[in-house]
């Protein structure tokens, strides 16, 4: 087994939204399960900052210990919370932030970290009063959730904005997709064996399939969620990101431009979508009062609480025009109040030329590869074997489990969160987004959210705890193919 990597030099991580939804739920349990590991060194300041006065040091150890007491025992939690302090600021207005550059340049050069977990709208004046208090050093590193803008010109915006205050290579746009072990051993499956390589092409993929289905709603994200809907939100990123790494050529070597340069390559290769073919390649859906795991849910205008034509499920037929993948399908799908929660890319082979069996051996299906990334992250293989015992030849799908759970030991789960935020430290851009990779998936995402936009269609109803309207399953469906729902 091989060695734990060694942890990096005590660094400074100033999360802006310290109090908010992803700091409570995946960054401070990423970070204190770091720490756990040894992969945080003593001396290692992380500071919250969010607007609430009523906040000091100690009591945002009590929040916070609150949030994380369940996963770790109180010496370790205490170590952990010893790390932490806290500054009031509303970081639209100059007070408080003389306090926080004070505090942060106090120990020197060493790496800095800035996580902007604020909602975007402020990502720009963040950037520029960092720039403006010194903040910049050499070890300066700014992290940016998504969505970055709502179309190219809005995200081009963004980016030039904080371009100004931050050279792209201290620029890392997450996607937290991308920090999952299943999506890094889809690199490692493709480029380390070379059995994968001569079959991963057009001759031999019949097409390939992205679903990334929620149960929930729209929780507390109604106002923004209705801003964006399920296309912005989840396709233009992270569903554009998985297409990529299973479309792409591969990298001459794995460095972040070698790798993101092949990605880049392969969304401006996707085929457009407009006014012209949207209808006939892309669905929108929007959901109506049903059951999600046996509880009833209401439709999504009465969660929101007023009618609206944002869609909460896309499905689309995209293709990437190069040698590689003419004329192969990447079924795209995403939904919210879907029946499971799942995300998983499949790609599907063709089938045997010709079958050499009776029909009474059983069905002969194309075997396809499984990379499940949530709620467990697995890899499988579906092959078709003959049925052990005497009976003659009877066939049956089985799956190989490449996962290979077994071969590497029972190892703690590492959360994407945890992975993408000690390559920031450690200054590792190859999981993150550069800045033209984001506004290439734009480009192909904007004219089909514009025929959208211009059509008099609203998107199509379905039944929340349904895989979306029946207009989806028709658009594979016309092709002779089925979506893979039942894949274990
Ligand atoms: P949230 O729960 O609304 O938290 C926002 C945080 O920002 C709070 O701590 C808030 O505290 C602080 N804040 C707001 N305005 C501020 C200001 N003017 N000055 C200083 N602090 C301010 O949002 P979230 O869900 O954590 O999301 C944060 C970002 O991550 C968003 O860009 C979101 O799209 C992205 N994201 C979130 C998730 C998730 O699972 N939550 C997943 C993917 C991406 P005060 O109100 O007290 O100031």
Known sequence: MSAPPVAPDPFDLVIFGGTGDLARRKLLPALLHRFADGQIAPGTRILGVARDEGLDDEGYRTTVRGWLQPQAGPQRLDAFLALLNYRALDVRHEAGWDEVARL??????????????????????????????????????????????????????????????????????????LGKETVQNLTALRFANALFEPIWRAEHVDHVQITVAETVGVEGRAAYYDRAGAMRDMVQNHLLQLLCLVAMEPPSRLSADALRDEKLKVLRALRPIGAANAASLGVRGQYRAG??????????????????????????????????????????????????????????????????????????????????????????????????????????????????????????????????????????????????????????????????????????????????????????????????????
């Open 104 to 177: 942060i340049l106090a120990p020197g050069d060493r790496v800095r970290v800035f996580y902007l977990a604020t909602a975007p709208d402020i990502f720009v004046p963040i950037c520029e009063r960092l720039r403006g208090c010194g903040l910049n050093g050499p070890a300066t590193r700014v992290v940016i959730e998504k969505p970055i803008g709502s179309d190219r010109a809005s995200a081009a915006g963004i980016n030039d904005a904080i371009g100004h205050c931050f050279d792209e290579r201290q620029t890392y746009r997450i996607d937290h997709y």
């Open 291 to 488: 059951a999600v795991d046996g509880q009833a849910v209401p439709g999504y205008p009465d969660e929101l609480g007023a009618p609206s034509r944002t869609e909460t499920f896309v499905a689309l037929k995209a293709e990437v025009a190069n040698w590689r993948w003419a004329g192969v399908p990447f079924y795209l799908r995403t939904g919210k109040r879907m029946p499971l929660r799942v995300s998983e890319i499949v790609v599907s082979f063709r089938a045997v030329p010709h079958s050499i069996f009776e029909g009474s051996t059983g069905p002969i299906h194309p075997n396809r590869l499984v990379l499940r990334l949530q709620p467990d992250e697995s890899v499988t293989l579906w092959l078709t074997n003959k049925v052990p015992g005497p009976g003659g030849m009877r066939l049956r799908d089985v799956p190989l489990d490449m996962s290979f759970a077994e071969t590497f030991g029972r190892q703690h789960h590492v959360d994407a969160y945890e992975r993408l935020l000690m390559d920031v430290v450690r200054g590792n851009p190859m999981l993150f987004m550069r800045r033209d990779e984001v506004e290439a998936a734009w480009a192909w995402a904007d004219p089909i959210l514009a025929a959208w936009a211009a059509s008099d269609d609203a998107p199509k109803p379905y039944t929340a705890g349904s895989w979306g309207p029946s207009a989806a399953v028709a658009l594979i469906e016309r092709d002779g193919r089925t979506w893979i729902d039942d894949v274990d």
